[in-house]
């Protein structure tokens, strides 16, 4: 579903050009926060720009599934095919909060 959307996103920017609506749809959800300047460094390459995953799953409603305690744990010790010990504790934090807030 989301491919679909990221399609749909890619197909409107081309037919109606660089003032359509998509791109101040994808503004929008660019909040920037504490947690996203060390995520974009650390985990984006795994998880995508957008959250929505690539080497690793779509973390972009992560929030719904874990708390922030339960993400801190994830970033400090890793998951399966996933690193941990990526970020300093006080990012680790920011990071952990900002995706408990993604659901
Ligand atoms: C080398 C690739 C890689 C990097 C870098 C990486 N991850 Fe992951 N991540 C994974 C994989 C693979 C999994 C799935 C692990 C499993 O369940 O076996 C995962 C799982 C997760 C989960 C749990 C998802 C769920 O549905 O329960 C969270 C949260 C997460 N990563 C956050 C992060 C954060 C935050 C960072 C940056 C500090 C990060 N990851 C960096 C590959 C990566």
Redesign the pocket.
């Known amino acids: 579903m989301k491919k679909l959307w990221t399609a749909f996103l890619f197909t409107a920017l081309i037919t109606s050009g660089c003032s359509s609506d998509a791109v101040k749809e994808d503004d929008k959800n660019k909040v920037v926060s504490a947690g996203e300047k060390?995520?974009n460094r650390?985990?984006a390459?795994?998880?995508g720009a957008d959250l929505t995953g690539g080497?690793?799953?779509?973390?972009s409603k992560?929030g719904g599934?874990?708390n922030e305690k339960e993400?801190l744990k994830?970033?400090k010790d890793g998951?399966?095919?996933?690193?941990g010990d990526?970020?300093s504790d006080k990012d680790?934090k920011a990071?952990?909060k900002w995706?408990a807030d993604k659901k």
């Open positions: 060390p995520y650390s985990c390459g795994c998880h080497a690793g799953p779509d973390i992560v599934k874990s993400i994830i970033i998951k399966g095919m996933m690193p990526l970020l680790s990071v952990a995706l």
